[in-house]
């Protein structure tokens, strides 16, 4: 009977509940699209390791696990490193900031095939001069690009070689030295990758290489990509937290509105239960129901609606942006939702409960 009770009085208001739900999804959507995002952009950093082929990383000294200076490297130290036992290849390559997230890769093409197995092109073909680029698919997708387009990055306009399949290195691939002289940065590299004889030798060669270079952070492909995690990335978490925190006062303020509302429009009829004898715990019953009832369809639309964030951001921006589906933040954001919603009933409803039925039945 109270749940009947409970549903009808939200159909009784159906616009009012329709903004309180679709207000609530708004506040799952946001806990679900930036934790979304957050674990998208990182894990396509190390699905684009990985592509690489490279068996250690090594990085420059004093630079964080994502942070990179231009090119603080001597590019000679590829050549040590390929004099190293165990070691059969090292590639180096230099990353610089183009806008935004968009960064540009120079690599030396010949040796990066052989460590990679070489991109796959899906349009057009290698760079065979010094003013092509090589794009990644999502990059294309979202600039408009093909094959023999032309873009314009670094204040120069750059011929499209090829198209690449997404997931190895980068989405934006020049030759290393023609990058180096546009950034001034001649025989300066950003990372080296090492390829070893034998899975088996990695972690002689890392403690080989560390007892050498003693200042340069030396990480296995393995270890590398476990590293590359919410956690990990300075500053993220607390971002987090503090979208988290307005994602609650969002839907404390919404709930509370709308049962503040809702008992000021109802002060009749919560006057006529009373007299029928309803306790204030029954009254207080009732409009915690129909909070609950509202977080829950609200937290389904939240659902659904990260399903859209993600469509819209893979159809109109998905070289700049990845967000993946977190099934395991469902039930997180709900319960996140439902403490804010129950906070903001709390008022209202203990309003509710203590009305005097006389007052109630004479209220207009």
């Known amino acids: 009977m109270v749940n009947t009770l409970v549903i009808e009085n939200l159909k009784h208001r159906p616009v009012r509940t329709a903004l309180s739900i679709v207000a609530i999804g708004v506040e799952v959507t946001m806990m679900l699209t930036l934790v979304g995002l957050s674990r998208g952009m990182l894990d396509d950093v190390a699905r684009r390791a990985r592509g690489v082929g490279a068996d250690i990383v090594v990085r420059p000294p ?55 197995g070489g991109f796959k092109y899906l349009a057009g073909g290698p760079i065979r001069g010094p003013g092509e680029i090589i794009v990644g698919d999502f990059y294309a997708r979202q600039n408009n690009l093909r094959a023999g387009s032309s873009v314009q990055l670094m204040n120069r306009a750059w011929r499209v070689a090829g198209v690449v399949e997404e997931g190895k290195l980068a989405r934006l691939v020049v030759p290393l030295n023609v990058l180096q002289d546009l950034t001034a940065n001649t025989g300066k590299i950003s990372q080296v990758w090492v390829k070893v004889d034998s899975p088996a030798n990695v972690q002689l060669v890392i403690t080989a290489l560390k007892e050498q270079l003693k200042d340069y952070p030396i990480y296995s492909m393995e270890e590398l990509t476990s590293l590359i995690s919410v956690n990990n990335v300075p500053g993220l978490r607390a971002f987090i937290g503090v979208i988290v925190t307005l994602a609650i006062v969002v839907g404390f303020l919404v709930v509370f509105l709308s049962m503040y509302t809702a008992v000021l429009e109802r002060t009749r009829e919560i006057g006529i239960l009373k007299a029928l004898g309803a306790s204030p715990a029954f009254i207080l019953d009732i409009l915690l129901r129909e909070t609950a009832l509202l977080v ?34 469902w039930g997180i954001a709900a319960a996140i939702a439902l403490a804010g919603a129950l906070l903001g009933a709390t008022y209202p409803g203990w309003r509710a409960a203590r009305q005097d039925p006389i007052e109630a039945l004479a209220y207009e």
Do not use: C, K
């Open 62 to 116: 004093g630079t964080s696990l994502l942070g990179l200076s231009t090119a603080p490297m001597p590019e000679n130290l590829v050549a040590f490193l390929e004099r190293q036992p165990h070691v059969t290849q090292a590639v180096g390559s230099m990353v610089h900031p183009v806008n935004g997230v968009t960064t540009i890769t120079g690599i030396r093409l010949d040796a990066f095939n052989r460590m990679s």
């Open 296 to 329: 829950v369809l609200g937290s389904i639309l939240g659902i659904l609606f990260s399903y859209g964030t993600r469509w819209i951001i893979t159809t109109f921006v998905p070289a700049s942006l990845t967000q993946v589906i977190v099934p395991d933040w």
